[in-house]
């Protein structure tokens, strides 16, 4: 059974790139993110945002987080906060948002899709 589409959770996909000396694994990654979603706004707040990490390109250290409409800016002020991973020094930039993966890497990841 799927649901109408005026009836479904409408989605954002925020672009992001983790800048350090080091590179991590995903795992690392999400761990942080959403480290810094429950202390910036608590668990309560991490179910509204009902974050998702979709991928991360370990190489280029860029990746997409699904995230509510609503809560967009949230998930970016999260992503703003955060300053280690694990032991190491690093920050995550948000280097855009859009409301379809498609269109997030034909603009940013200049990925044309057929």
């Known amino acids: 059974m799927t649901l109408l589409p005026t009836l479904r ?6 672009y992001f790139e983790v800048v350090s000396e080091v590179k991590f694994k ?18 309560h707040g991490f179910s509204l945002m009902n974050p ?18 609503a809560e967009a800016q949230r998930v970016k002020a999260s992503l703003a906060l955060v300053n280690k991973i694990g032991e190491m020094q690093a920050a995550i930039h948000v280097k855009g948002i859009s409301g379809t993966l498609k269109k997030l890497r034909n603009k940013y990841l200049n990925v044309k899709d057929k």
């Open 26 to 43: 995903k795992a690392e990654i999400e761990g942080a993110i959403f480290d810094s979603i429950v202390n910036l706004f608590g668990e």
């Open 52 to 69: 998702k990490l979709m991928d991360f390109d370990e190489n280029e250290q860029i990746g997409v987080i699904k995230c509510a409409r």
């Open 9 to 14: 959770e409408k989605r954002r996909y925020v």
